[in-house]
């Protein structure tokens, strides 16, 4: 099974303020495709889980472009260029390289 | 606009049968490229796949259900299902239904691009 380690687990961010939240998986992401299957997932509190960011870097419509996604192999990191109040929710990426889909635990982020 | 609504009774007995179904409107399951999975939720916690089916049926399971799940399709009325057998109080969580996209072979699948998910339904275990 690939495991997916996120950090930190709880993010306190001002708001302006840039944020980013680091997923490392135990192998590497990379398809045969040259594609990375790496996704980033935001719940907002009580709500289902909603697509930010696919296949590593790719920005799902309508979400905004103060979020994005970099990395490769087994390093990852969602960027959000200046937090806004409504970012608040858990944040978790997930693989799709192996049949067993498997997420990350989950980052909080919180406006301080 | 795709949409996805689960349905199913909210509290089961230990060692019995839990039973959702999801309905999708908006589009056909059978069209295009896309995957159905559910994805479950325990109280507090993190997400957890549970399988995923396509429109032919071929169903894909995460190893640690696989002997309690069976996910299947009724095109006829564009809808899928999921059955967890003997159930236990570990198994008490919100259930989603989703849309994913991806594609399996050579004894592979790569999943990605969760965009649709039902608003999801608890299931409480208990007696």
């Known amino acids: 099974d690939i495991v997916m380690t996120q950090s930190p687990l709880s993010l306190p961010v001002t708001p302006g303020e840039p944020a980013s939240i680091s997923c490392r998986s135990s192998?590497?992401?990379?398809?045969?495709?040259?594609?990375?299957?790496l996704d980033w997932y935001l719940q907002k509190p009580g709500q289902s889980p909603q697509l930010l960011i696919y296949?590593?870097?790719s920005r799902a419509s309508g979400v905004p472009d103060r979020f994005s996604g970099v990395g490769s192999g087994t390093d990852f990191t969602l960027k959000i260029s200046r937090v806004e109040a409504e970012d608040v929710g858990v944040y978790y990426c997930?693989?799709?390289?192996?049949?067993?889909?498997?997420f990350g635990q989950g980052t909080r982020l919180e406006i301080k | 606009q795709l949409q996805l609504q689960e349905s199913g009774p909210g509290l089961v007995k230990p060692s019995e049968t839990l039973s959702l179904t999801c309905n999708v409107s908006?589009?056909?399951?059978?069209?295009?490229?896309?995957?159905w999975g559910w994805i479950r939720q325990p109280p507090g916690k993190g997400l957890e796949w549970i399988g995923s089916?396509?429109?032919?049926?071929?169903?894909y399971y995460n190893p640690s259900l696989k002997s309690r799940v069976t996910i299947s399709v009724d095109t006829s009325k564009n809808q899928f299902s999921l059955k967890l057998s003997s159930v236990t109080a570990a198994d008490t969580a919100v259930y989603y239904c989703?849309?994913?996209?991806?594609?399996?072979?050579?004894?592979?699948?790569?999943?990605?691009?969760?965009?649709?998910w039902g608003k999801g339904t608890t299931v409480t275990v208990s007696s």
């Open positions: 989703a849309r994913h996209a991806g594609y399996c072979g050579g004894g592979s699948c790569y999943y990605y691009y969760i965009l649709v």
């Open positions: 908006g589009d056909s399951i059978s069209s295009n490229s896309y995957y």
């Open positions: 089916i396509y429109s032919s049926g071929s169903a």
């Open positions: 192998q590497s992401l990379l398809n045969s495709n040259g594609y990375h299957y």
């Open positions: 296949l590593g870097s």
């Open positions: 997930m693989q799709g390289l192996q049949t067993l889909l498997t």
